[in-house]
């Protein structure tokens, strides 16, 4: 984890993944080592023990906390914000269809959604609701 702590990796190469790419990310505290692909599940595995290879001498001494595969949203959510929970990046089904792209739109949405929380909240000063909108960046 120390080697990742303000890095993420992507990887291209038949070995990782025939169509996409594979990515090292920190979250919290452990990374996420995974690999976009429209392959079968079986060839997934396979991918995913090509990325673990490649990035082996960073992680070494680390372990398998799970093991998971979710299929890449397509389509924008038609509800994007309830309550005080926001969607954003994946979730929020911000990916390009012909790609499977997201993690542009990913830090871009966080971003934006963060920066709207914070000048909303008048830099966390007050609450804020689903009533409270923005448009254009402006509160």
Known sequence: MEYYENLA???????????FYAWVF???DHVA???????????????QQGIR???????AGGKVIEVEAHPIPEHPRPVRVR?????????????????GEGIYFAAKSG???GEAIVKAS??????IGERIRTVAGSV
């Not at 290879?53 to 992680?59: G, H, T």
């Not at 309550?83 to 790609?99: E, M």
């Not at 008048?122 to 609450?127: H, I, L, V």
């Open 111 to 113: 971003r934006m959604c």
């Open 33 to 47: 080592v995974g690999t976009g692909t429209v392959c079968s599940k079986q060839n997934i595995k396979l991918y």
């Open 9 to 19: 990796e992507m990887y291209v190469g038949n070995d990782v993944s025939p169509d």
């Open 122 to 127: 008048e830099g966390g000063q007050r609450m």
């Open 83 to 99: 309550g005080r929970v926001a969607l954003v990046g994946d979730a929020a089904g911000y990916v390009t269809k012909c790609s």
């Open 53 to 59: 290879k490649r990035v082996l001498p960073k992680i």
């Open 26 to 28: 920190p979250k919290c």
